[in-house]
């Protein structure tokens, strides 16, 4: 009995032990999977669409932009006269492999992944008279799907163009893909022509699609596999058309694949050509319209059928709700497959949730809708209306096994990493009441893309926020906490936006050092500056990490000579101002309009005044910057902007006097020249005549009172305008601005009013690294001289652009004031000023050793720097 008895005791504590492991391992496993979905999973998996700064087709529910080469055109083709140019011609002038082509497909191809290949890739192709074109996408993981690699195929070279790592500068093959005299031979471009344009804005003009002649000539099939085999022997496995294009490197199978693809395109274009040639022609005379003999007939039909692909435009599919079509079609999918039952409208309601839901999500996340929740699993959620986490991922899992017909012992699947990471959302969407779709479109809107939301934003997805077109999205308030999107919000995601485009994406200071031949420290500097001395054999490589140079010649001076201290000091790659670590900027304590004026010896290679700082303490420091450039506009009488502007031609000897300013009137404002001129060229013949003649009263104040052209309109249209805008203005209207700028005056200010310096200038944001070589600014501007007549009225006339990034005019007198009446010391000390005014503004914790207000700047440059007076002289007489 009494074994027995034990025998049961440790059965018992056998049972419980058990069970105790098992709920510790289910435990475990909720509180993992809690960890896992408590952020979204983007903040740790790496996407290259991420990376991308140029993103033309975001994932709002705003229409597409396309490229606008004519400001008057509404939604028509860009290149809509060049095509239909080419759809005129009857006879196609091409030979496409001129019996020339390497069948074995050797092994040399050229990978374009940088900006100096694309454009050399570019020029190759401009003297090209054919290429052929393909295009591998990827859908999968991404709402639109991107181009992930074009083959490009000469007659002579295979070049595969890496779209993900050149995404941002593709447009550099735009002007040859629409270029009329070129003819791209594509296979089946209906897809491939609206890509080009959705990613890139290319627009592909004179095509030749080897899949429309297949048509033309009734071939049995019409795919690039039969063609491949049939004209050139080589078969070609198409799965690899599904395999993830976006995968660096490329596997030897998949380059293989890509090459073929355009390599053998233009032979079997010529084989085509020759058919259709041969080809009789069946109509009758009366059908045959063009006129045309059977020879040229059917080449012709080819030609207007391709290029009529050219006038497709890409356009987003837009909805009125979020996935109200998916929605349609899969409950009448299902009741044609169950028919009606008793809980229908439970059904309906929650597939219409659920597609709201996954077509919000796959938008916020740059996926596409079948990655994020297929349509049966969104079936099988509505009928199941499962409570828990675990149930979820069943029902999600089994439904997507079902699809794949595998069998019941397969072990079921995960879902996505979008359901994965947002679980939490479910028992809302399945269990709660909620009123309408709009709630559901608010709550994640809210929850997500918040100002506290999960789940970062992307170019891809910012726009959901501010270019949101749906009936849904008019009324952003939720009526459970009154929660709406107020200004705030589009401040905190514009402010996340920015830190992740323009901060810098790698460290600035390596630390690397530099030494003298004696053994003393120089300085220290980034890679770039030793990988220079070392290629020149100037220095010798003494230790590799951190890397540090031994000079091979006696260096000009040392810093601690000349009391620069701070150069021989390691820098931290962190804000100067709060110690951020995560993201900062370059900010140029001395502002930009100042310096670019200054002697070459007194700011080439200084780093000293250029600092790393957050984007919070760049808005502080800007904004103390522009209150003491007024100040000093006070102190030196010297205004900051130009308030009015006449045209220097127009009047010869307006170089000093106010009575030669007089003469050409009040003068005029480059804002109400600039909106008057705009408006005369687009609008002129349509107004009234006499508010016609007020604007051009205002034009004629810049040109002296004479009467004016067309062309006078033009070049008044430039004044004012930033580089940006002018680049802007000569793609759509083909205005040579070289020839027309240098006759103008540009203000100071620029169209909507503000300061010449934004808030995060990009010159400042892309200064070269430790600025220890020179600094990235405009091209060197000579500035005109300013006027001022006795009603304080400050009038421009020049034969040069002035700048528009730092008040150009005004920098420069004060700069020329300074070395007229102080000398380099009267410089060193207004430097001195504005280094005092930065300590002011953001009270820095974290400034490099060595940084001082009191920085003298002194240095001389040795014999082998570019910036030597007598290098310069060298230099300059050998161009």
């Not at 941002?168 to 209906?190: E, Q, R, S, T």
């Not at 789940?455 to 459970?480: H, Q, V, W």
């Not at 200084?606 to 910057?625: G, M, N, P, T």
């Amino acid at each position: 009995m009494k074994s027995k008895f034990n025998l049961k005791i440790a059965f018992t504590i056998s049972c419980l032990a058990v069970v105790s492991i098992l709920l510790a391992n289910k435990f475990r496993k909720q509180r993992k999977r809690k960890q896992n979905i408590s952020s979204c999973y983007l903040k740790s998996e790496e996407k290259p669409q991420q990376n991308f700064k140029r993103v033309l087709a975001n994932n709002s529910y705003a229409p597409f932009k396309h490229l606008k080469l004519d400001e008057n055109s509404s939604n028509l083709h860009p290149y809509e006269s060049q095509i239909k140019a080419v759809l005129e011609k009857s006879k196609l002038e091409y030979e496409f492999s001129c019996g020339n082509m390497d069948m074995s497909m050797r092994d040399m191809y050229v990978w374009v992944d940088d900006e100096s290949k694309l454009k050399g890739l570019a020029e190759v192709l401009s003297k090209e008279r054919v290429f052929a074109v393909d295009t591998e996408q990827h859908s999968l993981r991404s709402f639109l799907g991107f181009t992930a690699l074009i083959q490009i195929s000469t007659r002579d070279e295979d070049y595969l163009v890496d779209t993900i790592a050149v995404h941002d500068i593709m447009g550099i093959l735009g002007p040859v893909f629409a270029n009329p005299d070129i003819c791209k031979v594509f296979h089946g471009a209906d897809n491939d022509v609206i890509w080009l344009q959705r990613d890139f804005h290319i627009y592909v003009v004179n095509l030749f699609d080897t899949a429309k002649a297949c048509d033309v000539l009734s071939k049995p099939q019409r795919s690039l596999a039969y063609l491949l085999e049939t004209y050139c022997g080589v078969t070609t496995n198409k799965l690899y058309q599904r395999e993830d294009w976006r995968q660096r490197p490329l596997s030897v199978d998949m380059v293989e694949y890509a090459r073929m693809d355009a390599h053998y395109l233009l032979y079997i274009a010529d084989c085509l050509v020759s058919e259709l040639k041969n080809q009789k022609n069946g109509n009758s005379a009366s059908e045959n319209s063009a006129g045309l003999d059977d020879k040229l007939y059917f080449v012709s039909e080819v030609n207007r059928r391709s290029n009529a692909l050219c006038l497709q435009l890409f356009t987003k599919d837009l909805e009125a709700s979020p996935g109200q079509s998916a929605a349609s079609s899969i409950i009448s999918r299902h009741l044609n497959d169950h028919g009606n039952s008793t809980n229908n409208s439970q059904f309906q309601d929650l597939v219409r949730r659920l597609c709201c839901w996954r077509d919000l999500m796959a938008r916020m996340h740059d996926e596409s809708l079948k990655y994020v929740l297929s349509d049966n699993a969104i079936v099988s959620l509505a009928e199941n209306v499962p409570s828990t986490p675990t149930d979820i991922c069943t029902t999600i899992s089994q439904a997507d096994i079902d699809i794949d017909l595998l069998n019941s012992n397969s072990t079921p699947r995960f879902p996505s990493s979008v359901v994965l990471s947002h679980l939490d959302d479910f028992p809302y969407l399945l269990q709660n009441e909620i009123n309408s779709l709009d709630d559901i479109f608010q709550l994640i809107l809210k929850k997500h893309l918040g100002p506290n939301g999960s789940c970062p934003f992307s170019l891809y997805n910012y726009s959901l926020l501010s270019k949101t077109n749906i009936k849904s999205s008019k009324r952003l308030a939720s009526k459970e906490n009154g929660y709406k999107f107020s200004k705030q919000v589009a401040r905190k995601a514009s402010r996340a936006l920015f830190v992740q485009k323009f901060s810098c994406k790698s460290p600035v200071y390596h630390n690397c050092r530099i030494y003298a031949n004696d053994g003393r420290l120089l300085c220290y500097c980034d890679r770039r500056k030793l990988e220079w001395y070392l290629q020149r054999d100037l220095a010798k490589l003494v230790d590799e990490d951190p890397p540090a140079i031994m000079l091979l010649f006696e260096p000009k001076g040392r810093p601690e000579d000349e009391g620069n201290d701070f150069y021989i000091q390691s820098k931290k790659n962190i804000c100067v101002g709060c110690g951020e670590g995560n993201h900062y900027l370059r900010y140029r304590i001395i502002p930009s309009c100042y310096r670019i004026h200054f002697p070459e010896h007194l700011k080439s290679h200084r780093s000293h005044d250029i600092v790393l700082v957050c984007v919070d303490c760049h808005e502080k420091a800007h904004s103390s910057a522009e209150r003491y450039k007024k100040k000093v506009a006070l102190e030196f009488g010297i205004p900051l902007f130009v308030h009015k502007v006449v045209n220097s031609n127009e009047e010869q000897d307006v170089s000093g006097s106010s009575t030669s300013v007089m003469k050409l009137g009040d003068g005029v404002s480059p804002l109400e020249l600039r909106t008057a001129a705009m408006a005369l060229i687009r609008h002129g013949p349509r107004m009234p005549p006499q508010r016609r003649e007020e604007l051009e009263q205002v034009v004629r104040k810049y040109y002296g009172g004479r009467d004016i052209s067309e062309e006078d309109l033009e070049k008044a249209l430039l004044v004012g305008m930033s580089p940006h805008e002018k680049r802007r203005l000569r793609k759509k209207r083909g205005i040579s601005l070289s020839n027309t700028s240098s006759k103008n005056i540009v203000s100071d200010k620029d169209i909507n009013g503000n300061n010449g310096d934004s808030a995060f200038n990009k010159n400042e944001i892309y200064e070269s690294e430790n600025n220890s070589t020179s600094d990235i600014m405009e091209p060197s501007e000579a500035d005109g001289p300013v006027h001022t007549n006795s009603d304080r009225a400050v009038f421009a006339t020049c034969s040069s652009k002035l700048s528009l990034l730092g008040h150009g005019p005004h920098g420069k007198q004060v700069v020329d004031y300074l070395l007229k009446n102080h000398g380099e010391s009267g410089i060193q000390e207004f430097c001195q000023r504005w280094r005092q005014v930065f300590v002011e503004s953001i009270n820095p914790r974290f400034l490099p050793g060595g940084w001082d207000v009191t920085h003298s700047g002194r240095r001389e440059f040795g014999d082998f720097s570019v910036y030597n007076p007598a290098n310069k002289v060298v230099a300059a007489a050998e161009d």
